[in-house]
Structure formats: C-alpha cells, structure tokens
C-alpha cells in the first residue's frame, strides 16, 4: 500500500515538474506594461512555511496539477493553481500559470482579474489597471469585478496615473 502511494506521489511530482517546464519555456507571458517594472516576484506567504497550512497549499497544487489534460477545463484548474501559488508567495510561478490560462481562453475574464490583483501586489500598477480593465471589459455585467476595479482605481489614482 506504501508503495503504491509513494508511486501516486512520485507520478503526480514529475507531473507538476513536467508542466511547470512547458509553462515556463513555451507560454506567451502576458506582458507588463512598459511603464512598469517588477524587482520581485515574491512577497510573504499567506503562511509559515513548512506550516500544516503551507503543506495542505502544496497537496492542493499537486492535487490541481494532475487534473491538467485530463478533459476537464485546464482553465479553471491554471486559475486554481495560480492561486494556490499565490498564498505560497511565489508570484512568478502564479503569474506562469495564468499567462497560460490566457493564453488558452483569452475571452474569459477571471485570470485578467487575478492577473490584476497578481501585479497590484508586486507593485506592478499600470499593468494591474490594464488587467482589471480587461476584466471588466470581458465580463461587464460583473459587479465584483467592476467595483474592486474602481476601488483600485480610487486608491492609485495618483500612481496609476486614471484617466
């Protein structure tokens, strides 16, 4: 029984590792604005490391990672992982994984929105603007999009130079 669970884990690792790589060598990034630029893609995680939560983050991701290809909507599954990355802290691997959610189903607005949260964290303001305007222009009738977008709009008017 051991054996067959470390197998499950080994396999769903090379998995994980596998895609990583192709995400990392053959998406097109969603690109930054050329008026920003990002010194860090890190910032603190949501958790300590090596913390239960930390550890239950890294199932999550290994658990979304073996849906990829799987016939079900890599879309949603990148998102997932993108978040899930997120509260790691990793903002590069986070910003990989929605660069291909876009880049799979660029008329769906989710990633953008994430996206735009994703550059506002890393200080990345003219992209992050240009993210969740392209949210709201994906999905319109979607309140939570437009008003976290004028919420960020009001708090960066100086910085994100709004017009």
Not at 33 to 43: L, R
Not at 113 to 122: K, N, P, Q, T
Not at 126 to 145: F, L, M, R
């Amino acid at each position: 029984m051991r054996i067959i669970a470390l197998s499950v884990v080994i396999l769903g690792a090379l998995v994980g590792i596998g895609f990583y790589t192709y995400v990392t060598l053959s998406v097109p990034r969603y690109a930054l604005s050329d008026k920003d630029s990002v010194s860090s893609w890190n910032f603190p995680p949501a958790y300590a490391s090596g913390s239960e939560d930390a550890k239950r983050v890294q199932t999550e991701i290994d658990k979304l990672q073996s849906l990829l290809g799987t016939g079900k909507s890599d879309y949603e599954v990148l998102v997932g992982i993108s978040a899930e990355y997120e509260l790691l802290g990793e903002g590069q691997k986070s910003y990989l994984y929605l660069s291909k959610a876009i880049s799979d189903s660029p008329n769906k607005a989710l990633a953008y929105f994430s996206l735009g949260h994703l550059f506002e964290r890393v200080g990345a303001l003219y992209s992050a603007k240009e993210a969740y305007n392209t949210a709201v222009a994906k999905e319109p009738g979607n309140t939570v999009y437009t008003s976290y977008r004028e919420q960020f709009l009001a708090k960066y008017a100086g910085q994100a130079k709004t017009k």
